[in-house]
Each structure stands twice: as C-alpha cells, then as structure tokens.
C-alpha cells in the first residue's frame, strides 16, 4: 500500500502553525474554542449530536429539543437516511442530495430554537465525499467558518474520499476537523498500544490534513465503548500528552452503548466526559446513544445531561475526577459488556412539546443529584 513518509521537522512546523483558538458562531451563540491543558479551568465546549440516524421527520424537532440547553455550544447533528422519504444510497445523487436536506433542516430547527447563530459541524448525512459536496458549501451561509468532519477510515490511515473533503472545506473558507480512531484489541493492540497510536494519530491529523482540531478517539473493541477501565485511561492518557505538550486543539467522542431513558448511559457519560475534560480536552461530540446502533435512539436529554456535567468539569483536578470516576464506574461496569438498550425518542419524549417523560425525567434527576452529592457543581 502507498505510505506517506513525513520527517520530524514537517511534524514540528505543523504542530507549530496549528491554530490554538477559533472564534465560532455569532451574536449570542459565538462561542470560542481554545486548546486546553490538563486541569484547565475553562471548560471545553460541547457539540451535539453524533450523527446518530432518525427519521427525516423527526430532525428539526430533535434538533430544536437539543439546541435549547445553551450549554449546547456546536451542533454536528444526526443523520437522514431519506430525501423527502426516498432512501438514501451511498455514492448516488441521493446522498449528494441528503446533504443540500441536512442543510434545510438544520436551518429551521436553529431558527425554532432562536439559535440561527450557532455554528455548525457538517455534515452528518454523508457516507463518502458526495453527501458533503452536497452540504458543505451551504454552510457558508449558515455559519461564520463551519467546521467540517473530515473522518478516515482507521488509525493512521487515510483515503482520497477524506482528503477530498478536506480539500473542498479549506476552499470554502472551513474549517478542518479530521480524524481516526485508535481501538484497543485492534491494530495497535493493548490499552498502551492504542494510547501511542492515538498520539500518533492526532500528529497526523495536523501535518497531513492541517486539521484545526484534531478528532481522534479511542476505544476498546471488546465492548465497544471506551467506558471500561482500559479505554477511560488510554483516552486520559494520550490526550494528556497531546494538551501538554502541544497546543493543538482535541475533540474524542467517547462512544457509551446504553440507551435513552437508562441511568447507564448517564453515570457512563458523565464517566468518560468528567475524563475528558480533566485531561485537556477543548471539545467533545456526542452522545452515542445505544452505541448508534439503532434508529431515533436518540433524545434531547441525555444532551443537556452531557453539556452540563462538561461545563461543570472546569478547574477539577486530576485526584478528584479518578476519585469521581471509580465511584461512576461501579454505577455500570459489571453489566458493561450489556447495556440496556433502553427506549426511543418517541417512546420517552413528548415530541411536540418536547419535553421528556415523567420516567426518563426523574432518572436524569436522580443521576444529577449523585453527580452534586460527588463533588460535580451542576447546580
């Protein structure tokens, strides 16, 4: 296979004019994004959702649910499967048009939410290349330099659809947030395996993409997750030697499997984000709710969730987030290689006031007041 050779000087130029900070959004949603340092005491952004599938008639009202909690800095979004309900295939004008869709419905559900300034992640609904040259370029109008996800197929690997993609955000004014994952049990092996080869794999991403943010994750293929032990100190790990030593932005998602209306998916988020932001991280994107295994496994809440225990995270230190962390992870470690799949967004919200329901409502406060009781301030 064709190998990209770089020498250590290119590596260290990148890292040198890499940004350390981007002004995003407008009015009352600009919002600034800036590399961090381990234990900072400003606390990273948020970005919803993870492109997680839903029905193309459940978008804007998803979108307008999430987007009310203004901890909610950046929307990335879900994903359509459907063109005003054809089915949508990748590589095929479909997808190039689910793209040019993305667009319409993120600028409706931003205007319902009164947050048409928010800036944007796209795009969510693109398979290969064809689905962002679709929704891309639309994004100039929608927010001031949107960032693009431009994601590769494995640690240290990449593909002309991705570069593609790079290659049309940095000419309409984008920026770039390019990315792989590392996977402990995969290529790199053991939990320090993946550890050295998401480092690796964040160098990349500014000398060969010249990335603004780098968007490698990390996790642990025997459960699909970096919730475990293993993958929680690989994540912490690499990104605390990348934010030290550098000042490049991050951004890993942290991939948890149980559903909406669960306590798991709460005590796992609130795991792998209290994680993150200790170990220098400037964002985060998600949650993968039910691993994004399943369609319209997605809601509101959890989002609010998530966005308020990564404000929270600020200026915690290292020894109390471990202490926090190991008491989260006996919440849902034993059963983690099971997690409850849990239940839909119609089947736990109420989609026109978009409001959740009395049961996943009352989980959500139960989560939060052990949070406070443990240390997190989301009060």
């Known amino acids: 296979e064709t190998a990209i050779e770089v020498s250590r000087e290119e590596i260290l130029t990148a890292l040198k004019n890499a940004p350390d900070a981007l002004e995003l959004g407008e009015g009352q949603d600009r919002v600034i994004l800036k590399a961090r340092k381990p234990e900072d005491s400003d606390p990273p952004l948020f970005c919803g959702s993870l492109s997680i599938a839903i029905d193309e008639d459940l978008y804007v009202k998803f979108v307008e649910g999430m987007v009310r909690n203004r901890n909610v800095n950046l929307l990335q979004g879900p994903s359509i499967d459907t063109v005003f309900g054809a089915p949508v295939y990748a590589g095929t004008p479909f997808e190039t048009l689910a793209g040019l869709r993305e667009n319409q ?19 969510s609904s693109s398979t290969t290349e064809f689905g962002f040259f679709g929704g891309f370029p ?15 197929p494995a640690e240290l690997k990449t593909n002309y659809s991705n570069f593609n993609k790079v290659v049309i955000a940095i000419g309409y004014h984008g920026y ?35 990335a603004d943010i780098s968007n490698c994750s990390l996790y642990d293929v025997r459960i699909n997750s970096a919730m475990g032990r293993h993958g929680l100190w690989a994540q912490s790990i690499a990104l605390q030697a990348m934010s ?14 149980a559903g909406p209306c669960t306590e798991e998916i709460l005590y796992a988020t609130s795991a792998g984000l209290i994680t993150q932001a200790v170990s220098g991280i400037s964002m985060t994107t998600g949650p993968r709710s039910a691993g994004g295994s399943y369609k319209n496994y997605i809601t509101p809440l959890e989002h609010w969730f998530c966005a308020d225990v990564f404000k929270a995270c600020g200026g915690l230190t290292l020894a109390k987030a471990n202490e926090i962390v ?11 290689r099971n997690q409850p799949k849990g239940k839909s967004f119609r089947e736990c919200f109420d989609i026109e006031t978009l409001t959740p329901s009395p049961e996943w409502q009352a989980i959500a406060d139960k989560v939060r007041e052990d949070l406070i009781a443990h240390g997190i301030n989301m009060e």
């Open 176 to 210: 770039v947030r390019s990315g792989c994952p590392s996977m402990i049990g995969g290529y790199s092996g053991s939990a320090e395996g993946a550890a050295v080869a998401n480092i690796a794999s964040d160098l990349m991403q500014f000398t060969i993409n010249q």
């Open 105 to 123: 419905l993120r600028a409706e559900a931003l205007w319902r939410a009164g947050r048409s300034g928010m800036p944007n992640c796209p795009v």
């Open 138 to 152: 639309g994004q100039t109008k929608l927010s001031n330099r949107s960032i693009a996800v431009c994601l590769q």
């Open 326 to 336: 190991l008491y989260l992870l006996s919440k849902y470690e034993a059963n983690i």
């Open 244 to 257: 030290h030593n550098t000042h490049g932005m991050l951004d890993k998602i942290i991939n948890q499997t």
